[in-house]
């Protein structure tokens, strides 16, 4: 099977998808965006959104369907808890950073405010704060929510819940949002940051990281 990621180092939707691919060992090849409107690559995607999975020559977009695909595909290790019940919240937790938090401050919507809605630098760093804000409280409380102990979210082994947060937790941290009112996400987020399917799905560690 030839699996083949249309992303970019800095494009969390992919280092979703990255951390999932490093967790199942699946072999892929990277491929960067050159441009979000070259022809080829709307040919493939016609949102024009990253990322893009190419499987065996078909395409799968969205990162929540890219992920449920490789589930499919790649059984274990499974990146979703056996139980019903904790398969359901795994997925609601990370459909309230995938949905609801990603699509009101993604690059588009905030150049949008930008131009032609006219925001300034610090309405628009409000805006962000504003909506992270709402989404780590929902998340925390999720968590405190939950009815057995876990080291990660929900479960033994980080999966889908955890490929969410942690690509939304450094884009936290770039925007030098405090996050010390929401300690179980500090933790998690900390624990996977120093696992090695985590690391190799950083922007950093992608080849087209631009050089120092
Ligand atoms: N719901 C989509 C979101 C995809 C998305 O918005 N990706 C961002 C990068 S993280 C993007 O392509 N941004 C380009 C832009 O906003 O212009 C998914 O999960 O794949």
Redesign the pocket.
């Known amino acids: 099977m030839k699996l083949r990621l249309h992303t970019?180092y800095q494009?969390?939707?992919?280092e979703?998808v990255r951390i999932v691919l490093n967790l199942k060992g699946a072999n892929y090849e990277y491929i960067p965006i050159p441009s979000?409107n070259d022809d080829a690559y709307r040919a493939l995607n016609p949102?024009?959104?990253?990322?893009t999975l190419e499987i065996d020559g078909r395409v799968v977009?969205?990162?929540?369907a890219?992920m449920e695909l490789l589930e499919e595909l790649f059984p274990h290790p499974s990146i979703i808890p056996d139980d019903a019940v904790l398969k359901a919240q795994a997925r609601a937790f990370a459909m309230v950073i995938?949905?609801d938090l990603?699509?009101v401050v993604?690059?588009?919507?905030r150049?949008y405010l930008d131009d032609p809605v006219g925001a300034h630098a610090a309405q628009d760093d409000a805006w962000f704060a504003h909506w992270l804000a709402q989404v780590v409280s929902t998340l925390e409380a999720q968590l405190s929510r939950r009815t057995a102990q876990f080291p990660f979210c929900f479960g033994d082994q980080p999966g889908l819940a955890e490929a969410c947060l942690v690509p939304q937790m450094a884009n936290a941290r770039r925007a030098n949002c405090d996050l010390s009112s929401y300690p179980q996400l500090v933790a998690i987020d900390g624990a996977c940051r120093n696992l090695d399917p985590f690391i190799r799905a950083t922007p950093a560690a992608q080849p087209d990281f631009p050089e120092a």
């Open positions: 970019r494009n969390s939707a992919g979703r979000l949102q024009g959104l990253m990322p977009s969205q990162s929540m890219i995938a949905a990603h699509s993604v690059g588009r919507v150049r």
